[in-house]
């Protein structure tokens, strides 16, 4: 796996497992370091969080437009088609992130450029999508095609089985020739037909011709939901996503001190030393109607509060993550370039091509 899991030292064409970078000390008021004590998750509860697999051409970035309803894509975020993006919605009271992926798995693509989306994709998804995406297009692939969807499917099969859904696009194709899901998986390539067989042919079409993008819309959310509570909510995870949070809660926490000491914060902050003050004397006088319903209250605003603060938090550091200023892996990109195509291997095997 290119690690050296006994020493942790670096040795010729082998990988380091990333160091957790030094938290930086008295940063903000003491008040404020305590208050932060209190809020141990590093991501929101109520956040789920897609990602969308594909070749170029599939219609990955249609399929998160319908998803979102297109009036909420972060466009600043994605300056090419071919790197990596994502796009923050909500849908009745549930913060959903989908991340759109470039197709890394093509023969043509280039080594850096595969390592790069790779870390950022990790650090965006982190700590792991609660549902894969594979969108398929509905047209014969070109052999290059089918090898791409090959190596998308050995990456994360059979670990995201359960997580995985399938979305057909160019449906308007299949539509005009009466094709229905059943006809065009018997003559589908092998590779698309083992993809819909492990995803328990969990299959959507989409239609962006001529079909009701709400109805649409629904389709895919229904099945969203139904993974999501098949799985309860549990999503999708591995050793990699471990060390990424190992980094990033580093940035993490700097985010949130910065948070907590600007003027949105202040409410957060305020509401925890409301709630530390009274908890304790409604924690003896729980038998008063009044007294408990108002603390109930006051529980439930502060947990309102630190999802908002993780929801920002967690989108600034991913800004980082697309701008490159922070990154989940620590990786000398030189020196594994120059390492060769069995290095560069060993990268992907450890990055994320684990089950």
């Given at each position: 796996?290119?690690i050296n ?6 040795k ?20 404020e ?19 969308l697999?594909?070749?170029?051409g ?22 090419s088609k071919?790197?990596?993006a ?16 470039p ?6 693509i280039?080594p850096?450029f595969?390592?790069t989306?790779v ?5 965006l ?33 059979p ?5 995985s ?8 194709i ?19 037909q ?5 995803c328990n042919n969990?299959?959507?079409?989409v239609?962006n011709?001529s079909?009701?993008?709400d ?20 999503f ?5 996503y ?21 003027d949105?914060?202040?409410p957060?902050?305020d509401?925890?030393?409301e ?8 924690d ?7 007294a ?21 938090v ?16 620590e990786?000398?990109l ?11 291997g ?10």
């Amino acid at each position: 796996m290119g690690i050296n899991e006994e020493s942790g030292k670096e040795k010729a064409g082998k990988l380091v497992k990333p160091t957790p970078l030094k938290k930086e000390k008295n940063i903000v008021p003491s008040s404020e370091a305590y208050a932060l004590q209190t809020i141990e998750q590093d991501f929101p509860e109520n956040e789920v969080r897609i990602l969308l697999l594909g070749v170029d051409g599939s219609g990955k970035s249609s399929v998160a437009q319908l998803i979102t309803g297109g009036e909420v894509l972060q466009t600043a975020k994605k300056s090419s088609k071919r790197i990596s993006a994502y796009y923050p919605c909500i849908r009745n009271g549930r913060r959903y992130v989908v991340v759109d992926s470039p197709c890394l798995f093509h023969t043509r693509i280039a080594p850096k450029f595969v390592i790069t989306e790779v870390n950022k994709l990790i650090g965006l998804t982190a700590p792991g999508p609660h549902i894969c995406i594979f969108v398929v297009p509905g047209v014969k692939l070109s052999s290059e095609e089918k090898q791409a969807m090959s190596r998308i499917q050995n990456a994360f099969f059979p670990g995201a089985i359960d997580n995985s859904i399938i979305v057909l696009t160019k449906s308007d194709i299949l539509n005009s020739d009466g094709t229905s899901i059943e006809d065009f998986k018997s003559n589908a390539a092998p590779v698309v037909q083992n993809i819909m067989t492990k995803c328990n042919n969990r299959v959507v079409q989409v239609d962006n011709v001529s079909g009701d993008k709400d109805t649409q819309r629904n389709q895919i959310f229904d099945m969203i939901q139904d993974v999501l509570q098949s799985n309860t909510d549990t999503f999708y995870t591995n050793d990699v996503y471990t060390l990424a949070q190992v980094n990033l809660r580093v940035h993490k926490q700097k985010a949130k001190e910065k948070y907590m000491s600007s003027d949105e914060g202040i409410p957060l902050l305020d509401k925890i030393k409301e709630v530390e003050r009274v908890r304790p004397l409604n924690d003896t006088t729980r038998e008063n109607e009044t007294a408990a319903a108002s603390q109930d209250m006051m529980e439930t605003e502060l947990e309102r509060l630190k999802e908002q603060m993780l929801q920002v938090v967690c989108d600034q550091v991913r800004d980082g993550i697309l701008q490159e200023s922070i990154t989940p892996f620590e990786l000398n990109l030189r020196r594994l370039l120059t390492s060769g195509t069995k290095a560069i291997g060993k990268f992907l095997s450890f990055m994320w091509f684990v089950p």
